[in-house]
C-alpha cells in the first residue's frame, strides 16, 4: 500500500486508491489534457475534483501541491525510482506521464523534440490568446469599450490557427501519422475557442478546414469523449 501521508493534499482529499496515480483538477482545457492521456493509456488514476466555486485552488492543501494555484496536478505514487512524485503544470505532466507509459510520444529523439515543442507551442501561444478571446470576447472583459485588446487577441488566435492549418496539410495529426501529446495539449483549447467561448465566427473557424478536421477526428476518439468529462462538475 502506498503512503501519500507527506503529501498535506490528501487531507483534504483523501486517496481511496493510494497505490493509483492520483489526479486533482476540472474539466477546463488545461485540465482535460490529462484526463485524456490517462484514458488514452489507459494508466489507473483517481480524480478529485478542485471546485474554484469554493476557491478550493487557494487553499494550504492545494498550494502545497501546485503553488501556482492552477489545475491539474498529479501525485504518481510510483514516481521514479519506486519513490511518490508531486507534479503541476499541464505540459510537464503530459511529457512525464508519455515517458512513464512509453505512449503518445515518440521514441524516436528528434520525433520526441518536435513533438514536445509542439506542446510548448501550445502553452505558449495557443493557452494564453485563446484564453484572452474568451476573457474579452464571453466574459467581463467583454464589457470594456476598448476593443482594441479583443482585436489584438482575435489577430494572434486566427494567426495560431494559421500556423496549425499549414502544419495539418496533408497530415492526419500534428506528428503526421502518429496521435501525441502534442494533439491532445491542443483539442481542449480548439474546441473551447469556438465552442464554450462562442468565437467560431469571430475567428473564421470554418476558414480552417484542416484544423476543423482534425478537431473532428480528435473529438470522435473515445478516450478524448470520456476525458472530456473528467472530473464531473459538482
Same mark, same amino acid.
Given at each position: 500500500?502506498?503512503d501519500?501521508s ?9 486517496a ?7 489526479l486533482?483538477s476540472?474539466?477546463?482545457?488545461n485540465?482535460?489534457?490529462v ?15 478542485v471546485d ?5 485552488q @487557494?487553499?494550504?492543501e ?6 501556482? !494555484?492552477?489545475i491539474?496536478? %498529479?501525485i *504518481?505514487? /510510483?514516481g521514479?525510482?519506486?519513490k511518490?512524485l ?16 512509453g505512449?503518445?510520444l ?9 513533438t ?23 466574459f467581463?472583459g467583454k ?6 485588446p479583443?482585436e ?5 488566435? @486566427?494567426?495560431l490557427?494559421?500556423?496549425m492549418?499549414?502544419?495539418? !496539410?496533408?497530415r492526419?495529426? %500534428?506528428? *503526421?501519422? /502518429? ?9 481542449g ?10 468565437a467560431?465566427?469571430l475567428v ?12 473532428d477526428?480528435?473529438l ?9 468529462e ?5
Open positions: 500500500m502506498s501519500l507527506a503529501f498535506p493534499i490528501t487531507r483534504r482529499w483523501p481511496k486508491h493510494p497505490d493509483r496515480l492520483q486533482y476540472l474539466p477546463t482545457p485540465g482535460v489534457k484526463s485524456i492521456m490517462l484514458e488514452e493509456t489507459g494508466l489507473p488514476y483517481e480524480v478529485h475534483l474554484f466555486n469554493k476557491d478550493d @487557494k487553499t494550504p492545494f498550494l502545497s501541491l501546485n503553488p501556482n !494555484g492552477k491539474p496536478a %498529479i *504518481d505514487p /510510483d521514479p525510482g519506486g511518490p508531486g507534479l503541476f503544470e499541464s505540459g510537464a505532466i503530459l511529457q512525464y506521464l508519455g515517458e512513464k507509459t505512449k503518445l515518440p521514441a524516436d529523439a528528434a520525433r520526441r523534440y518536435q514536445i515543442q509542439w506542446v510548448h507551442f501550445q502553452i505558449g501561444g495557443i493557452g494564453p490568446m485563446f484564453g484572452q478571446v474568451g476573457y474579452f470576447h464571453k467581463a464589457e470594456i469599450a476598448d476593443k482594441r479583443l489584438r487577441y482575435v489577430t494572434e488566435s @486566427k494567426r490557427l494559421d500556423v492549418e499549414s502544419r495539418l !496539410g496533408g492526419q495529426w %500534428i506528428m *503526421d501519422d /502518429d496521435y501525441t501529446i502534442a494533439d491532445i495539449s491542443m483539442l483549447w480548439v474546441r473551447n475557442l469556438i465552442g464554450f467561448y462562442g467560431r465566427e473564421a473557424f470554418d476558414g480552417f478546414g484542416n484544423v476543423s478536421a482534425w478537431l477526428r480528435g470522435a476518439r473515445p478516450a478524448v469523449k470520456r476525458g472530456l473528467i472530473p464531473k462538475r459538482s
